[in-house]
C-alpha cells in the first residue's frame, strides 16, 4: 500500500463549503487520475466514502466537533482521503453481520 500526504492549494476561503463535484475534479487533476475516491474519517476514525454534496456537509459538520487542532492559516480544517474506486480494504467493515 501506498501512502502519500500532500498539502494542496484551494483558491476559497476556508470559511466556505466546498462542493463535492469541485473537490473530486481538483484531486483528479492533483493525482492524474480519473478513478478515484473522495473520502474522510469520521469522529470514530472510520473511513466514510463521499458521494455527494450532503456527504461534504456531513464532513464539515463533523470537523468542527473534532479536538481543535492547532492548523496552518488558511487551511480547511478537514483533511480528504484518496483512495482507487475498487479499494474497499480501508474501510472499517468488522462490525458486518458475515453469515453464509
Partial sequence: DVCEMRDIAIEEDVN???LFKELLELMRKEFQEEDII???RDIEGDMI???D???VD???LQSKHKDKLLTKKNFFPWQLHITCSDDLEVYNTSSWDRRK
Wanted: glycine share 0%; hydrophobic share 40%; charged share 35%.
Fill in 58 to 60: 456531513l464532513m464539515l
Fill in 38 to 40: 473522495l473520502n474522510y
Fill in 53 to 55: 454534496d450532503e456527504d
Fill in 49 to 51: 466514502r463521499l458521494l
Fill in 16 to 18: 466556505c463549503k466546498p
